[in-house]
C-alpha cells in the first residue's frame, strides 16, 4: 500500500470527506488515488512475472479507517490486459495523523478492555468522533476497515469487511488476549457495532482474488492484511533473539517477546514500551520514539536559519561550514561583537536559501541543507567523544508529551559542531534506552540488534553510537520492508515455502 499519497479536495462519486470540525488537525487522503498509485505499481512490474504469482501478502499502515457500502466499493473495469478495480462507494481514509479527538473528547470516551491506549487517529476513536459530529455521514455506509483491508476485501470479493489482530489491535477496543471486540462497552456507548470488521488471525488467508488482476491468475491466495510495524519486522527478524531497531524520521526498537508473555489489561499511558500482536498470538514488545532523524534534520535547518540570519555569504564551501559555527562560537563569547543583519529571502520550495549581501563575505550561495548535513557528520566523526549532553525531545514522547528537548554540561571548550553533533547523536540513542533499558532486552533473551532506517544508514556516527550503547552485537546494512515482510508471510505461512 502506497502511505505517502496525500488526499486532495477533489471528491469523487461516493467519496466524501469526514473534515468536519476542526480541518486544521484533520488528516485524510482520497482512497481513488491511493488505488490509482497502487494500479500503476502493477502496472510497472514485468507481466510474466505476475503471470507466476501464486500467493498476494498485503500491508499497510495501522489505526487508520475508512468506509464502503459492501458490494458496491469498487467497479471493475478493463484495464488493458486484464481487469482493474476502481473505489466506488467509499470515504475517504481518515489516517493515523487525524488530530481530531482532543484530550478531552477521549476523556469522556468508555475505558477499553484492553491493555493499549485508544488515541486520535484509531479506528474507533475516530468513528466515536463521527458518531458525535457527523452521524448522518457514517449511516452512508455498512462496511469499515483499513485500507489494506479494504484492498484485500475488493480483491477477494468479500461479503465483509475482514481484519487482522494486528490491525484490530490498532482501532482500539480489540481485546487481544480473547481476539474480539469490546462490543459490549462500544455497544452500550452507542457505538455502530456493525460496523466492525470480523476477526482473522495474522498469517491467515483471507481468501482468492475473484477475478484476474494484471495478469496475476484468478483464484489466486490473499493473505488477511497486515499492519505494517509487524510486517517489517518479520523481514528482517531471523530469530526470536534478534532486536530490529529502525531509525528514520522516528525511532523504534522492537522484539518478539518469548511465547506465553500476557501484557496486563489495564493500559497505562505513562509507560514507554507498548505490546503489540505479533504472530501466533505473541507479541512485539515496542518503544517507539518520536524523535530521531527529524531531530537532526531541525538542526541542519536551524543552522541553515542561522546562516541566513548572520548573512553568511558567497564563500561558504563544504569547509567553510566548520569556520562559520566558529564564528557562531567567538559571538557567543564575544558578546559585544555586533552583526550586520539583513532579511532573509524564501528559497526555491523550501530547498535551498539565497544568502545575501554580507559585512563577512561576498553575496550569493546557494547553501543546500544536504551539504550542511554531510559536513556536520564529517565534524563529528573526528570528534570522538564528548562531555556535552543533549536530551534531543524537540517533539516530546507519546508517554511524555509535554517534555521537550534540553542541553546541559555546557562548557566553552566543548561547543564546536562535531561536540553538538556527536551529542545530538549520541542523544537520541539514550532517549531510547530511557524508554527501554537494554538490559531489559537481555532479561528478555535478546542475542542481536538489527540496524536499519535512512538516518541510520547515512550517519556513521549515528551507527558508532547505536555500536557504544547496544551489550550485544548490531548488525547493519539490512533493509526493513513492509512489502518483502508480508510477502515472506505468505510464503511461509501458507504456501509452505521456507528458506533453508
Not at 185 to 190: A, D, F, Q, Y
Not at 316 to 344: M, N, P, Q, Y
Not at 424 to 433: E, K, Y
Request: one cysteine or more.
Amino acid at each position: 500500500m502506497s502511505p505517502s499519497v496525500r488526499s486532495t479536495g477533489h471528491r469523487g462519486v461516493g467519496a466524501p470527506r469526514s473534515d468536519f470540525g476542526d480541518m486544521e488537525k484533520g488528516r485524510e487522503q482520497d482512497v481513488s488515488r491511493i488505488i490509482q498509485a497502487l494500479n500503476e505499481c502493477l502496472a510497472a512490474l514485468p507481466q510474466q512475472l505476475l503471470q507466476e504469482v501464486c500467493g498476494i501478502g498485503v500491508s499497510g499502515q495501522m489505526h487508520g479507517v475508512m468506509f464502503w457500502k459492501t458490494g458496491q466499493g469498487c467497479e471493475w473495469t478493463e484495464g488493458g490486459v486484464s481487469p482493474v478495480f476502481e473505489p466506488r462507494a467509499v470515504s475517504h481514509l481518515v489516517t493515523w495523523q487525524d488530530g481530531r479527538c482532543s484530550s478531552e473528547f477521549l476523556a469522556s470516551l468508555p475505558q477499553p478492555e484492553s491493555h493499549l491506549n485508544v488515541a486520535s487517529g484509531f479506528g474507533c476513536a475516530t468513528i466515536f468522533w463521527l458518531l458525535k459530529n457527523s452521524p448522518e455521514f457514517l449511516k452512508s455506509y455498512d462496511a469499515a476497515g483499513t485500507i489494506h483491508d479494504f484492498v484485500v476485501a475488493m480483491l477477494c470479493g468479500l461479503p465483509r469487511s475482514l481484519m487482522c489482530d494486528q490491525n484490530a489491535a490498532s482501532w482500539g477496543y480489540f481485546n487481544t488476549q480473547g481476539q474480539s471486540w469490546n462490543s459490549e462497552i462500544l455497544r452500550t456507548s452507542g457505538f455502530p457495532v456493525h460496523l466492525l470488521p470480523d476477526i482473522a488471525e495474522a498469517g491467515s488467508v483471507a481468501g482468492r482474488t475473484s477475478r484476474a488482476w494484471f495478469g496475476i491468475p484468478k483464484g489466486t491466495q490473499v493473505g488477511v492484511a497486515l499492519g505494517d510495524l509487524q510486517a517489517s519486522v518479520y523481514s528482517c527478524m531471523a530469530r526470536r533473539t534478534d532486536a530490529v531497531l529502525n531509525i528514520s524520521t522516528s525511532v523504534q526498537l522492537a522484539t518478539s517477546m518469548p511465547p506465553g508473555f500476557r501484557p496486563a489489561q489495564t493500559p497505562d499511558p505513562a509507560a514507554p514500551v507498548t505490546y503489540f500482536p505479533y504472530f501466533d498470538r505473541t507479541y512485539l514488545a515496542v518503544a517507539a520514539s518520536l524523535n530521531g532523524g527529524n531531530v537532526l534534520a531541525t538542526f541542519v535547518h536551524m543552522l541553515v536559519q542561522w546562516m541566513a540570519d548572520l548573512g553568511l555569504g558567497k564563500s561558504c564551501s563544504s569547509d567553510a561550514l566548520v569556520h562559520l559555527w566558529e564564528l557562531w562560537i567567538r559571538s557567543f563569547r564575544e558578546t559585544e561583537r555586533s552583526h550586520k543583519l539583513r532579511d532573509r529571502p524564501q528559497g526555491a520550495h523550501g530547498k535551498r536559501i539565497l544568502l545575501v549581501q554580507t559585512s563577512v563575505t561576498d553575496p550569493g550561495l546557494e547553501v543546500e541543507e544536504s551539504t550542511v548535513y554531510s559536513r556536520m557528520i564529517q565534524a563529528a566523526a573526528q570528534q570522538r567523544d564528548t562531555c556535552l549532553a543533549i536530551t534531543p525531545t524537540v517533539l516530546g514522547e507519546r508517554h511524555l508529551p509535554d517534555q521537550l528537548a534540553s542541553v546541559t554540561r555546557i562548557s566553552s571548550s566543548e561547543l564546536s559542531l562535531g561536540h553538538v553533533t556527536r551529542a545530538m547523536c549520541r542523544g537520541i540513542v539514550q532517549n531510547l534506552h530511557s524508554m527501554l533499558p537494554f538490559q531489559q532486552l537481555k532479561e528478555w533473551g535478546v542475542e542481536q540488534v538489527i540496524g536499519s532506517g535512512s538516518a541510520l544508514s547515512r550517519n556513521e556516527v549515528l551507527k558508532q553510537e547505536v555500536q557504544r550503547a547496544f551489550p550485544f552485537p548490531v548488525s547493519f546494512g539490512q533493509d526493513v520492508d513492509a512489502a518483502v515482510g508480508a510477502a515472506l508471510v505468505m510464503l511461509q505461512r501458507n504456501l509452505n515455502q521456507r528458506e533453508s
